[in-house]
Nanobody
Framework: QVQLVESGGGSVQAGDSLRLSCAAS????????VGWFRQVPGGEPEFLAG????????YYADSVKGRFTISRDNPKRMVYLQMNTLKVEDTAVYYC????????????????WGQGTQVTVSS
């Protein structure tokens, strides 16, 4: 099974940018979609963005479309989430995930989860 480790979280001001990274190791990375979710305390995980194996077809939740950009580097087994114009309501733990395709990703039917990285946005 693929292990996923997120990094790049931190505390920023509203309007700032952050770039999250997710490193994949072990298992089979090839052929899978990768994506990002976030979760606030007491809440359900929220799908944010996903991208296909070839990196040619990203897809986003409406809540982040236009502000967040997902990308992947397959030779390095890395996934990124560029987050711009951050808002206080973006404060959450951010997780990367591996899934079979966009449909399973959006339904949170994922094969692997990372441990999460905290993002805190203050006003």
């Amino acid at each position: 099974q693929v292990q996923l480790v997120e990094s790049g979280g931190g505390s920023v001001q509203a309007g700032d940018s952050l770039r999250l990274s997710c490193a994949a190791s072990g298992g089979t990375f090839n052929g899978y979609d990768v994506g990002w979710f976030r979760q606030v305390p007491g809440g359900e995980p929220e799908f944010l963005a996903g991208i296909n194996w070839g990196g040619t077809a990203p897809y986003y939740a409406d809540s982040v479309k236009g502000r967040f950009t997902i990308s992947r580097d397959n030779p390095k087994r890395m996934v990124y989430l560029q987050m711009n114009t951050l808002k206080v309501e973006d404060t959450a733990v951010y997780y990367c995930a591996l899934a079979t395709n966009s449909a399973t990703m959006r339904r949170m039917q994922v094969n692997s989860w990372g441990q999460g990285t905290q993002v805190t946005v203050s006003s």
